[in-house]
């Protein structure tokens, strides 16, 4: 796909005539950066509008080997460059779908609340394609109510672990837990399409090595529920116990 499709789509994706300040959350992030750690991880301030980024963090270059300066000079053009050609589609089909459910979907009073995952392959200085799960929380909407200046954090992964292109998009409820709304895959599947999205809480609290009472409390539902569910995802999954399924999903914990 040439840079002008990406562009044209990225920019259709996110079409908007507000032009929101950022300064105060560029301070805010510069004085968190400089007392983080040098890890696998790395964020940015991402601009849609301007199809720049407004801030990239120190880990940057530790994480991909890579100029933070280069990312900040030729921005998104640059970043979409170095994404797998086979993962641009999936990439765009993520968003676009993203996008359209934040905007039929969740309430505008709502969305602040929003926490969007997807994944890709990115090529880093030593030219190998390294895996990256990015995970987006939106800090400025327009008019519409469309989110398009998001805080991103990316966790780099190694190239030989294989991963799903997929996408999700979860809400803080009123437990002030994450709730998956939306899930999908843009390749072979992760989870079998007819998994809910409350077996997918399910699943994404067995992980954390709750039991099916701690469960209930979260959820808000009785434990003989959560115990259907979990009979029921095993049966759906095709596999024999809880541990096989949290084994199974423990490296892809961020994308259930």
């Known amino acids: ?38 890890s696998s991880t790395f964020f940015c301030i991402t601009n849609t ?28 053009r640059y970043f979409w460059s170095r994404i797998h050609p086979e993962d641009l ?3 765009l089909a993520a968003l676009n779908e993203l996008m359209e459910f934040t905007l039929n979907n969740i ?9 969007y995952t997807w994944n890709y392959r990115f090529k880093n200085s030593e030219d190998k394609y390294v895996n990256i799960i990015q995970n987006t929380t939106p800090l400025a909407f327009d008019k519409t109510g ?19 292109i997929s996408a999700s998009a979860k809400i803080l409820n009123s437990n002030d837990e994450y709730e998956t709304i939306f899930f999908n895959s843009y390749s072979q599947k992760l989870l079998s399409a007819g998994i809910s999205h409350r077996e997918r809480d399910v699943i994404r609290l067995l992980v954390q090595d709750l039991s099916s009472k701690q469960i209930s409390n979260r959820l808000n539902i009785s434990s003989h529920t959560v115990d ?22 423990m490296i892809n914990k961020n994308m259930i």
């Open 49 to 76: 509008q301007s199809l720049t980024f407004e801030y990239v963090s120190k880990n940057f270059k530790s994480c991909l080997g890579l100029e933070s300066e280069i990312l900040k000079t030729q921005g998104m």
């Open 228 to 249: 259907t569910h979990r009979r029921n995802i095993l049966k759906k999954l095709n596999i024999s116990s809880t541990g096989e399924l949290v084994g199974m999903l």
């Open 89 to 91: 589609d999936k990439w």
């Open 1 to 38: 796909m040439k840079y002008k499709e990406v562009k044209d789509l990225y920019k259709l994706i996110f079409k908007s005539y507000d032009k929101p300040s950022l300064e105060a959350h560029i301070k805010k992030i510069i004085e968190l950066d400089f007392y983080l750690p040098y």
């Open 146 to 164: 469309k989110p398009i200046i998001g805080l991103a954090h990316y966790t780099v992964l190694h190239e030989d672990i294989k991963m799903d």
């Open 107 to 115: 309430n505008s009073k709502d969305r602040s609340k929003a926490n």
